[in-house]
């Protein structure tokens, strides 16, 4: 399947829903089975935990019924070997990406979070889309694997803390749910909320932030190509700790705007409030691009650290996709609009 876009690749792997569907289990188990080893070796990463995906996989196995026999063939790759972005730079290995994490709500502690999900309900799961749409609509998580044939994406993700990730998604352009809820004339921004749920999510009971996280995009922002709502990552289902069951993805701003968990989008015409924006004005914009000439106050965003890596990497404007999204952009101070 070619991409509309030169950078991202999409893979010919043809994953269909019902491949998605079917692999999960298959996917799991093979990680525990075959994935240890790769995956461990590469994660070689100094500084990072070295839980062992084995043991993840055992215990996700273990609450699912028995998977009907899937052809290896038709499984993606469970190991990032192969797997690049159009920079040509390597996948950040599985055990990465689903341990050194942001999710607040759990805890701030990025490699604590993991540990902390197994209170979390991800099944069943419905979004609420609703405001200034012709067609309001709540959906199931099957009504949108159904309507929204996941496709993968391979994105870089640059956290407004200067470290950076390469991650192949797996999603689908938000634009296609939002033409199918037809936005009203009047909408100008699109809302996002994460559930809210302090039972089972132990950050949420800590003072101090004001939950639910919430985020927001420019309609044209939104309804750009690049950005997706992701539903799984490396051929398999989000792990809670990357914000299961679907999450946002807008892989030019910094990566708190890419919402985990997601329960409501809302078509607006005022420029949405932000959980950071609320908490720190001055420190996180509502626009949040990647750019390398606007530092944070505390520290520049020139590099970054790339998991993985030693040493730093030179941060790329627009986080390298500045082809396809600095129009959207024109004429606009971007420093003034941070
Ligand atoms: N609801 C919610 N969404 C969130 C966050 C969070 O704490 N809560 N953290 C954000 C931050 S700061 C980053 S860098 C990305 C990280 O995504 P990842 O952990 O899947 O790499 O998620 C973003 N989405
Ligand atoms: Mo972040």
Redesign the pocket.
């Known amino acids: 399947m070619a991409s509309p876009h030169r950078s991202v690749p999409v893979r010919p792997s043809e994953i269909t829903p019902e491949h998605v569907y079917r692999s999960r289990r298959e996917f799991l188990r093979r990680m525990g089975i075959v994935g240890a080893g790769a995956v461990l070796a590469a994660c070689a990463t100094p500084g990072l935990g070295a839980t062992n995906p084995a043991d993840q996989a055992a215990s996700s196995t273990a609450v699912l019924p028995t998977a009907p026999p899937v052809s290896p063939t038709q499984l993606p790759a469970p190991t990032p070997a192969n797997l690049t972005d159009e920079l040509g730079d390597p996948a950040t290995p599985y055990a990465t ?1 689903t341990n050194y ?5 759990f805890t701030t502690a990025k490699e604590g979070v993991a540990a902390l999900t197994g209170d979390f309900k991800t099944n069943p799961w419905q979004v609420e889309v609703s405001g200034l749409v012709h067609r309001p609509r709540t959906f199931g998580l099957e009504d949108l694997e159904k309507l929204f044939p996941p496709v993968e994406r391979i994105y870089r ?1 640059r ?2 803390e200067a470290w950076s ?1 390469v991650i192949p998604w797996l999603g689908f352009p938000l634009s296609q749910l939002l033409k199918a809820v037809e936005p009203t004339g009047a909408a100008t921004h699109v809302r996002f909320e ?1 559930v809210y749920r302090p039972d089972e999510m132990p950050g949420q009971r800590a003072a101090g932030y004001p939950w639910p ?1 919430q985020e927001g995009l420019r309609l044209d922002e939104a309804m750009h190509d690049l950005t997706i709502l992701a539903t799984g990552l490396y051929g398999a289902p989000l792990p809670a700790q ?2 299961a069951p679907v999450r946002l993805v807008v892989p030019w701003k910094y ?2 705007k ?4 997601i329960v409501k989008i809302e078509l607006v015409d005022y420029q949405p409030a932000t959980l950071w924006s609320t908490l720190a004005p001055h420190e996180y914009g509502f626009y949040a691009n990647v750019n390398p000439d606007v530092s944070h106050p505390r520290w520049s965003q020139a590099n970054e650290r790339r998991l993985g890596e030693s040493g730093r990497r030179p941060t790329l404007m627009f986080n390298g996709y500045a082809d396809e999204v600095a129009a959207l952009y024109a004429g606009m101070d971007l420093r003034a609009n941070y």
Do not use: A, L, R
Request: glycine share 10%; aromatic share 20%.
């Open positions: 990406v994490v942001n999710f607040y709500e993700m956290c407004v990730t994460t996280y990357n914000g990566g708190f890419s919402i985990k968990s």
